[in-house]
């Protein structure tokens, strides 16, 4: 027993470490600090991230560790998925199912490493964003005065909760044949969608991010403070505002009620954990040629090399001559082939809905399309993510620079992740220019630029096409979903920055050639 302990916690360690030691990982700190600082506005700032009526807190350790708990819980569920998911697909891919599979041990310590390994590395993020909000207490000094306590209990009773449940997430859906992909991508952020609408809109008992908590506490300080407040909801996320009532909250009394309901989460994430035990089989560890190929020994390696020779002549030996001459290459083919790599995997059912989505927003007028046009920049999404990273993937990187000019390629790649934003996007674009709608239609292009390149700056670096994935996917909620300052990139919302966009595009494109270079250099 002491040994299974052990061992399951030297691997949960590697795991852990394998992850905190990546680029990816660096990257996503920096966005989580960028969100901290955004979560906290001044309050001259003209918008505010969590009120209730028309009342905020000042910025105190309660009210900033509620907040913190509250952006933990909920953005890091996809931001979280879409970076960690795929752990036990990795080992598949790197073919260490061939030691894995006859090893003794169980599915049950072999999930668990990895159930383990993504739940403390969520922590981490949530602590990290925690120590974002004590910082910028002492930044906006509205109150000065350091409570421990206030932001440690939501940080355990409300964060790690949902984070449980979040982990055996990602472990079931990447146990689940058909939930690896696309059609997982979108029915863990159908789900996502559907939970935090239940649980802010107060429908039922579904209250994983504890935002009905929140309210019920955050409520009766306000009525405390300003009996006048008629607060029927509390606003989570980015809202305009022109003024707010400021009032001292103490935090949340933690009742034995309350903890019950969130311990009643961990049952849930234990129950999901579960479910993967029971379904999980090892074999899937394996991949194809692993099991239908037979190992060659040097007499089956020589009947090969027999069923080749050319009848009434026998092969001695093999003269390998080095072809002389300056190489040429073609940027169409390369171009050509990029295109069809991206295309390669893609199912009939993408296409299909690729289609209804371009004839959608071709055809229904801008005033009442906003909505597809949110949703077409999503469909590129499992075309665009491993642009940057498939050399990582498939380790082929010593294969492709040997034999292509790395930046030509590069470049290659970038062109066809625009052609295929272009694409998939051109039906808004058809309809700006019928319109006129000029300043519409500048940002729209530049954010057709923006996105392969923002793909391919964080596949060179990471490796992977999840940081792309999670950091997308993120912006999106709050920029052109949520309309919050400097994010909306589209310019659904009027907001159109085409000139920071294209400034931050170009970055983009520095950071991607400064990647390449460390890769052919490495």
């Not at 302990?5 to 700190?29: A, E, K, P, V, W």
């Not at 105190?60 to 979280?80: I, K, Y």
């Not at 479910?275 to 040629?289: A, C, K, T, Y």
């Not at 400034?503 to 991607?512: H, M, P, V």
Request: net charge positive; proline share 4%.
């Amino acid at each position: 027993m002491i040994d299974r302990i052990q061992r399951c916690i030297t691997i949960s360690h590697y795991n852990l470490m394998l992850i905190l030691r990546s680029y990816g990982f660096l990257i996503m700190l920096g966005v989580v600090i960028t969100l901290g600082f955004f979560l906290v506005p001044p309050a001259d700032a003209g918008y505010q991230t969590m009120y209730v009526g028309e009342a905020r807190s000042i910025y105190n350790s309660a009210w900033l560790g509620a907040v913190a708990a509250l952006s933990s819980s909920l953005f890091l569920w996809p931001f979280g998925f879409y970076l960690l998911r795929g752990k036990i697909s990795e080992d598949r891919k790197l073919g260490v199912g061939t030691i894995l599979v006859p090893s003794p041990m169980s599915n049950f310590h072999y999930l668990l490493t990895k159930l383990i390994s993504v739940f403390l590395i969520l922590a981490v993020m949530a602590g990290v964003l925690e120590l974002a909000f004590i910082t910028m207490q002492y930044i906006r000094l509205e109150e000065t005065q350091f409570v421990l306590h206030d932001y440690l209990l939501p940080y355990v009773w409300i964060v790690l909760p949902s984070l449980c449940v979040l982990s055996a997430l990602t472990i079931l859906f990447d146990i689940i044949p058909f939930m690896k992909g696309v059609i997982g991508n979108i029915v863990f952020f159908s789900i996502w969608t559907a939970v935090s609408a239940l649980s802010f809109s107060g429908v039922g008992k579904i209250d994983i991010f504890g935002s009905q908590l929140m309210f019920t506490e955050i409520l009766n300080g306000v009525q405390e403070a300003f009996p006048m407040v008629n607060a029927t909801n509390m606003n989570f996320g980015y809202q305009t505002v022109q003024s707010l009532l400021i009032f001292d909250w103490t935090g949340i009394i933690w009742t034995k009620d309350y903890v019950t309901e969130r311990l009643f989460w961990l049952l849930i994430g234990a129950f999901l954990f579960l479910i993967s035990v029971l379904i999980f089989r090892r074999g899937s560890l394996l991949s194809l040629e692993k099991k239908t190929s037979v190992q060659n020994t040097n007499g089956g390696l020589e009947k090969d090399l027999v069923r080749y020779q050319p009848k009434g002549k026998v092969i001695e030996s093999v003269h390998i001559q080095t072809i002389e001459g300056e190489r040429q290459y073609s940027f169409y083919y390369i171009f050509r082939s990029e295109l069809k790599l991206m295309f390669r995997d893609v199912s009939l059912w993408w296409y299909g809905v690729g289609i209804i989505l371009f004839l959608l927003t071709m055809f229904i007028p801008l005033t009442s399309t906003k909505v597809f046009l949110y949703v077409i920049w999503l469909w590129p999404i499992p075309l665009l993510a491993p642009i940057g990273a498939k050399e990582k993937m498939y380790r082929t990187e010593q294969l492709l620079f040997s034999n292509c000019p790395p930046y030509m390629q590069l470049f290659a790649v970038w062109l066809s992740g625009v052609f295929v934003s272009f694409l998939i996007t051109s039906g808004g674009t058809v309809q700006m220019i019928a319109a006129g709608d000029w300043s519409w239609l500048s940002a729209w292009l530049i954010a057709i630029f923006f996105s392969p390149t923002l793909a391919l700056a964080a596949g060179i670096w990471a490796g992977t096409r999840k940081l792309y994935e999670a950091i997308f996917v993120v912006w999106w909620i709050m920029g052109p979903v949520q309309n919050a300052p400097y994010l909306d990139f589209t310019g659904i919302q009027g907001n159109q920055l085409t000139y920071v966009y294209l400034l931050l595009t170009a970055g983009l494109a520095i950071i991607a050639i400064m990647g390449r270079k460390r890769q052919i250099f490495n």
